[in-house]
């Protein structure tokens, strides 16, 4: 190679890496190859220990149980950042995953959802958030939330990072713009989703959308309209290569390899959660959106046939957990994991309580359930009794 060639490169990326970085319209090149990677590969996963505390409380109130229980523990789930308040749970989470990572010798990863964006939940009330785009919610959301997450995670360079996007949000542009709520969020959340991935787009950091679940967009215009949603994120944020995927059925039930979705609803051609995945795969192929990975929440998608209605979702009885986390389990599918907490509750049932949703007293719904992220004790056990595989 002649030295003006090396000169050359070496001022495009120079020039390239000059306008990259949070806030530029470019992906710089060392990420966009990231992007292509499986981040779950060859690591370990973080165990919360706030989490295996509320397993241990319930394997010992029910004795004759406790060895099945306790085998929950050594399964990691989601880190919810969906307050303000939460953020300050990061440097607590991460200085314990760096001793663990430092115990194992092996990288240990963590998941995060971050979840608080103004006129949250627009379309359910049950995990209704602190910001509202009335209130100031978007430069809130912005100085507060998004700019104070990174600032954590760029002083843990060492650590493995993967972030799951504000779930359900896009997926409430394509079917609720009737609910005004919704309706005043739509180009708040494009545009604060494209800011929070330039600002979280860190080298450690992999970034995945939510892309709802089958039961939900699984039709073929949904996937359309939720592709083109996609895109307009994705060119906010800087390209195709600002994430490395798409999660799916965060908190859902929908089971993975199944067919419940035809006899629920038979014009729905995605009838599990794995059709659904590789009919995204294939429409975002069609859109230019290449070499993406897929989460499937199995949190509690372990047991079919426990819904009579597809849309409700909330502490739904009979579940159980699902599939254990782990990578790569099959193709374009990067990783199952516990996203949702099994055992935190979707939402209050009690319809005089404060952020009660009709959907959390249905005659589908676990009853005597606490507020959402709280944890439930009786319906954790459930999920353990009806884990699919067994525990
Ligand atoms: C709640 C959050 C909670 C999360 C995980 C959501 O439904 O709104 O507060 O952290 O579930 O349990």
Known sequence: MTNQRVLAILSVSLAFSACAGPGAGVVDPA?????????FLDVNFFLNPEYVENVEATAKAFPAEAETIRKVKQYPSGLWLDSIAHVANIP??????????QASGKPTLSLFVVYDLP??????NSSAGELTIAQNGVARYETEFIDVIAAHFNKYSDLPIVVILEPDSLGNLVTNMNIPKCAEARDVYVNETAYAIRKLGLPNVSIYLD?????????DHHREN???????????????????????????????????GMALESSDPCYNELVYAKKLTVGL???GVRNKGFI??????????IRKVWGHWCNIKGAGLGERPRAAPEPFIDAFFWVKPPGESDGVSDPSQPRFDAECGSNES??????????????????????TPPL
């Open 119 to 124: 006129n949250r939940d627009c379309s359910a």
């Open 31 to 39: 990420r966009a190859e990231a992007s292509r990677r499986n981040p």
């Open 296 to 305: 499937i929440d199995t949190s509690r998608n372990g047991k079919g046939q």
């Open 92 to 101: 607590l989470w991460l200085d314990e995953a760096r001793k663990q990572q």
């Open 211 to 219: 892309a709802a679940h089958a039961g939900w967009l699984g039709w």
């Open 366 to 387: 676990a009853p005597n359930a606490p507020q959402a992220g709280v944890w439930f004790q009786s319906y954790f056990l459930n999920l353990v009794r009806n884990a």
């Open 226 to 260: 939720v592709i083109k949603v996609f895109k307009k994120v994705l060119k906010a944020a800087g390209g195709n290569d600002a994430i490395r995927g798409f999660a799916t059925n965060v908190a859902n039930y929908t089971h993975l390899y199944n067919r419940d």
């Open 285 to 287: 192929a069609d859109h």
